[in-house]
């Protein structure tokens, strides 16, 4: 029994094993297929800077190609634009303030986000959650019990203490 195990075993470790064997059709055409590779590498001319790249080829007109077309914008263009010293002054003072702007603005609410008391959106948050929370409270115990909301407080102001039992 443990040697119907144990070839059962080794056959399911032969099946996924990979083949080390490679046919001779294989091996030629691989061979075959790294000769046109090195071929076609020796005639492209190389990068000086860095012979095992291929030659750095000129920036291409662009323009030329797709001038005539309507929808080609030439003018204007972020790369291409060429701004004077007032301009670039101008642009850098807009930037700046909206800067300042919004990093007052990041400021101000990382300081309300660590704020745990006062008026805070946190502490409104929770002050509503509560207030729906026992309202449904108190709204189901009245279901189940008959005794109203106010009775119910009433009732818990007893309980506490803070109200003289009536007999």
Known sequence: MKLILLLNFICAA????PSNTASFTQIQSSSTLLRSEEATTEA???NPDKPELPEIKGDFDWDAKFGDDDDWIVDNIPGKMSLSDVELAAQNT????MEEKYRK????????????LGWTGQAETFNG??????????LLTE???GI???????EMLRVGGFIGPEY
């Open 14 to 17: 032969y099946a996924f094993a």
């Open 44 to 46: 492209a001319p190389r």
């Open 94 to 97: 807009a930037l700046s303030a």
């Open 105 to 116: 603005v990041r400021l101000q609410k990382e300081y309300d986000d660590a704020r745990i």
């Open 129 to 138: 959650r509560f207030a729906m929370f026992f309202l449904v409270v108190g």
């Open 143 to 145: 279901y189940w019990t």
């Open 148 to 154: 109203t909301i106010p009775g119910q407080i009433e």
